[in-house]
């Protein structure tokens, strides 16, 4: 077993559990020891970032300071999402190009008295894990039912090749890594044109358009080459196409129905996991006719019965702001 | 702000010779690494490789020779560091190794601070975001999303209302938020480092 510092990220306990899931249903299999790095906090996603440089950096480096502590043999944090990945590589270059900026950051954590000495962690994302330290072969080897009959398209998004700090990946516009873990299963891999393209990132709550675009061409590509779903390593990607991908048809007037999974999905698959195990059935866009080509059947996530209660106005349900809460104190 | 912190830049441009560039050396002060936004040759590389370009008022290439041009209202109300989606295309293809979208995160801040967006969908969906993480070190999709489209799309939300459905029946948003353990401890660091901008 190889032991790493895991920073899982919002999204893992949230909109992509079917990610979490099926790594966990994956990671014994490859031999893969995460532990957990305790109480990390959000990265700040694509948004502190463009408010204040110091806060943005600080939160970032909360995680960085927790993970030196926790660090017991093992440097190597990694992190599932793409933008988690990005902001704690990106925090640790910039802190050692820019001094300054390391010591700001340094000060500010000395108010929860913590450290954390850039250039002291390795940041890794997931992918480059299996690939790299795992290995093909080694995944090749675990395969019991190969995905024979299966057409995918294999997307990374942006942030994963990009900017590559450390000249980690084949190429940064097409990288052909996931390509070569399809194929290890036993999928039939497109060579897809878009597979760095962007996928909207935060756009579809900003400027819809520009988001919808964006999402047709890839789905537009994917519908091109006749894949039956893509594959994504990047919880951002997997919920703009799937979660967006019914507004992104009235809008066109298209009608695509593409689903969009997680790579540790099809990785369970291939290892004879149960579908269910593997997150399967939590996606909008349905994954039963893909999954008809290799001979299975998806499930009902645990829970979908249950129709959750409809606010008056909008349909939907209303959380606890923030200031509510501030206000009830 | 790092700005006035001994510049580090990539190129010793005097502003005694050019009084506009002030504003260039501003930006690429308060960039998170080396900018290398002097280095800019206006070769268009940027533009021509960005996939959202077609939605901003100016390219990133137009942009930097503005920034040079010392044209602050200009650049700071435009719309074009919104627009940016934060894809790294024009990283890894600008000759010039220009830190192209950390300098659209500095031109947002500092659009933010001077008050000088136009629309404010894109601010607010940043401030509300930061708001729930220094609230509870985690973000919260289901308050986010709610407070965002209530007041920037309500139009959209009716159609929308089956895929939130959606979301919360295959449990892929939470109802509640998590709030970490050292929630203390963050705002103490967040506090601090707030304060550490203030600087001048
Ligand atoms: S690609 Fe680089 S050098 Fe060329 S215009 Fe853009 S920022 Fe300037
Ligand atoms: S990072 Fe921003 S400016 Fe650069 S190509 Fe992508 S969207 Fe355009």
């Known amino acids: 077993m190889t032991s790493y510092l895991f920073y899982p990220g919002c999204s893992m306990e949230t909109s992509a559990k079917a990610y979490y899931e099926s790594l966990i249903a994956v990671k014994k299999t490859l031999g893969l020891d995460l532990v957990e790095i305790d109480d990390w906090n959000c990265c700040g996603a694509t948004e502190y970032l463009g408010i204040n440089l110091i806060p943005a950096y600080a939160l970032i480096s909360r995680n960085l300071a927790l993970a030196t502590q926790q660090a017991n043999g093992s440097r190597t944090v990694v992190a599932p999402c793409s933008a988690c990945y990005l902001n704690l590589a990106k925090a640790d270059h910039y802190m050692l190009e820019r001094p300054e900026l390391g010591e700001k950051v340094n000060l500010a954590l000395q108010a929860g008295n913590l450290f954390y000495k850039p250039g002291s962690l390795e940041i890794r994302h997931l992918l480059d894990i299996l690939i790299n330290d795992v290995g093909l072969e080694e995944i090749k080897s675990k395969v019991k039912k190969p995905l024979r009959g299966i057409k995918v398209a294999p997307y990374l998004g942006c942030m994963v090749p990009r900017p590559d700090y450390k000249k980690r990946w084949s190429d940064h516009e097409h990288p052909d890594e996931l390509d070569r873990l399809l194929s290890a299963l036993g999928a039939e891999a497109i060579d897809f044109p878009l597979k760095t393209h962007c996928c909207g990132g935060h756009m579809p709550q900003i400027s819809p358009s520009t988001a919808f675009e964006l999402i047709r061409r890839l789905l537009h590509g994917a519908d091109l080459y006749e894949a039956d779903l893509l594959v994504t390593v990047c919880p951002m990607c997997q919920m703009n196409l799937d979660a967006f991908q019914a507004e992104t048809n009235r809008y066109f007037h298209t009608n695509y129905k593409i689903p969009i999974i997680f790579f540790t999905q099809l990785m369970g698959l291939a290892f004879g996991e149960d579908p269910k195990e593997l997150g399967f059935g939590r996606e909008l866009v349905s994954t039963e006719f893909a999954l008809s080509r290799i001979g299975l059947e998806i499930p009902e996530p645990d829970g979908s019965k249950v129709q959750p209660k409809r606010a008056k106005k909008t349909g939907l349900p209303m959380p606890t702001m923030p200031a509510d809460e501030e206000a009830h104190k | ?200």
């Open chain 2, 1 to 200: 702000m790092l700005a006035n912190t001994a510049p580090q830049t990539t190129n010793p441009l005097s502003t005694v010779i050019n009084p506009n560039l002030r504003f260039l050396e501003e930006v690429s002060g308060a960039t998170a690494g080396i900018s290398r936004l002097e280095m800019c040759i206006q070769c268009g590389t940027c533009g021509g490789s960005c996939p959202s370009s077609t939605d901003m008022e100016y390219t990133p290439r137009s942009i930097f020779a503005m920034l040079r041009a010392g044209l602050r209202e200009e650049v700071l109300s435009s719309n074009t560091p919104w627009i940016c989606v934060s894809c790294y295309h024009c990283v890894v293809r600008c000759p010039q190794e220009v830190h192209i979208p950390d300098v659209m995160y500095t031109l947002k801040s500092m659009a933010i601070r001077a008050k000088l967006y136009k629309d404010a969908t894109a601010p607010d969906f940043s401030m509300t975001f930061v708001d729930m993480v220094e609230t509870y070190g985690r973000s919260f999709e289901l308050g986010l999303a709610t407070r965002h489209y209530l007041k920037h799309f309500p139009l959209r939300l009716p159609s929308m209302a089956p895929m939130g459905l959606g979301l919360l029946s295959k449990q892929r948003m939470e109802i509640t938020p998590h709030r970490i353990e050292g929630i203390n401890q963050l705002k103490a660091i967040l506090q601090l480092a707030k304060e550490l901008e203030a600087i001048e």
